[in-house]
């Protein structure tokens, strides 16, 4: 059974920094592309980041601010969140997809984690 589970998220001011974990288990980890989507309320999830053999890739929303890393020993990959801004508060969801590609659509993730609330005050 594959699991995901995030965690590190909460409340930081605007400027501020968090950095987002998801353990995952189940699944043998090196053969999935890693991403992270979020979701604010009343808006469609969204691409943020993922990260395959080849580096990671990000949304133009968060490039510079945002770094995206992978543990394969400890089957873990992480989000870097720096100059946080309010616009940024939503549910990340970590999510993983068999394979190699460049994934940015949510239908081409297999598994899914219950998500972790950021909260960015101005």
């Known amino acids: 059974q594959v699991q995901l589970v995030e965690s590190g998220g909460g409340l930081v001011q605007a400027g501020g920094s968090l950095r987002l974990s998801c353990a995952a288990s189940g699944l043998t980890f090196g053969s999935y592309t890693m991403g992270w989507f979020r979701q604010a309320p009343g808006k469609e999830r969204e691409f943020v980041a993922a990260i395959n053999w080849n580096g990671g890739y990000y949304t133009d929303s968060v490039k510079g601010r945002f770094t995206i890393s992978r543990d394969n020993g400890k089957n873990t990959v992480y989000l870097q969140m720096n100059s946080l801004k309010p616009e940024d508060t939503a549910v990340y969801y970590c999510?993983?997809?068999?394979?190699?590609?460049?994934?940015?659509?949510?239908?081409?993730?297999?598994?899914w984690g219950q998500g972790t609330q950021v909260t960015v005050s101005s």
């Open positions: 999510a993983a997809a068999r394979g190699y590609r460049e994934y940015v659509l949510a239908g081409e993730y297999d598994y």
